[in-house]
């Protein structure tokens, strides 16, 4: 039973460029959250998806993020006009539907390392 | 005042000391709790969530303080292999389950 599937795990972007990141949840989990951690900083929430539908996004940036999670395929992260301050770890984690994963226990994927240069 | 406070360390201790985290969270409403782990900024792994009634698995152990709105975890036996950053971890009520993460305390198990 696979886990949690990110790529790519580290990703080179020039300022300005775009940055797309994916994340397969684990076989059965249907919910996926973004997660960043700054260079010596803690994880911090970005945003909650199910499929086709975006549950939370309290913690995205208000411009050049955006997230899905389609019917087929896996849920994307994508940062437009990359900059310096993008620069972090981005982590993917997944978890039952909330009648089976009733305390909430999220799954993690490796991460992908973004850095702009 | 941060939604979860830990004590950031480091803890550098001797194989087969027993030492203790803990961990404060200020949303009362708050309704699950974790201890995930850290190595070497990886991803942040499940080492055990945390119920009202305390908890244990093998030489962890869990507590957690409603009323103070505390939460701990205790490492008996430490191992090398412990080494790493603890993360207490909260779900928020009405946060639509996303996990709210403490700075995290730095063990190291020295030999």
């Known amino acids: 039973n696979a886990g949690v599937m990110q790529n790519p795990r580290h990703l080179v972007r020039r300022r300005g460029q775009e940055a797309r990141l994916r994340c397969s949840p684990m076989?059965?989990?249907?919910?996926v959250y973004w997660y960043r951690q700054l260079p010596e900083e803690g994880l911090k929430f970005m945003v909650y998806?199910?499929?086709?539908?975006?549950?939370?996004e309290s913690g995205m940036p208000k411009e050049r993020f955006s997230a899905e999670f389609p019917k087929e395929g896996p849920s994307i992260l994508r940062i437009q006009q990359v900059v310096r301050g993008d620069s972090a770890a981005y982590f993917c984690?997944?978890?039952?539907?909330?009648?089976?994963?009733?305390?909430?226990?999220?799954?993690f994927g490796p991460g992908t390392r973004l850095t702009v240069t | 005042r941060k939604e979860v406070e830990q004590d950031p360390g480091p803890f550098n201790v001797p194989e087969g000391a027993t030492v203790a985290f803990n961990c404060t969270y200020s949303?009362?409403?708050?309704?699950?709790f974790f201890w995930y782990r850290q190595d070497c900024r990886k991803e942040p792994k499940l080492l055990m969530s945390?119920?009202?009634s305390g908890n244990e698995d093998g030489r962890f152990t869990a507590q957690l303080n409603r009323a103070s709105q505390y939460i701990s975890l205790l490492i008996r036996d430490s191992k090398l292999s412990d080494s790493a950053t603890y993360l207490c971890?909260?779900?928020?009520?009405?946060?639509?389950?996303?996990?709210?993460f403490g700075s995290g305390t730095q063990l190291t198990v020295l030999p």
């Open positions: 949303n009362s409403a708050s309704q699950s």
């Open positions: 971890v909260v779900i928020a009520s009405g946060s639509a389950r996303q996990l709210t």
């Open positions: 984690a997944s978890s039952p539907p909330p009648a089976i994963g009733i305390r909430g226990e999220q799954y």
């Open positions: 998806l199910q499929k086709e539908n975006i549950i939370d």
């Open positions: 945390v119920y009202s």
């Open positions: 076989k059965g989990h249907s919910h």
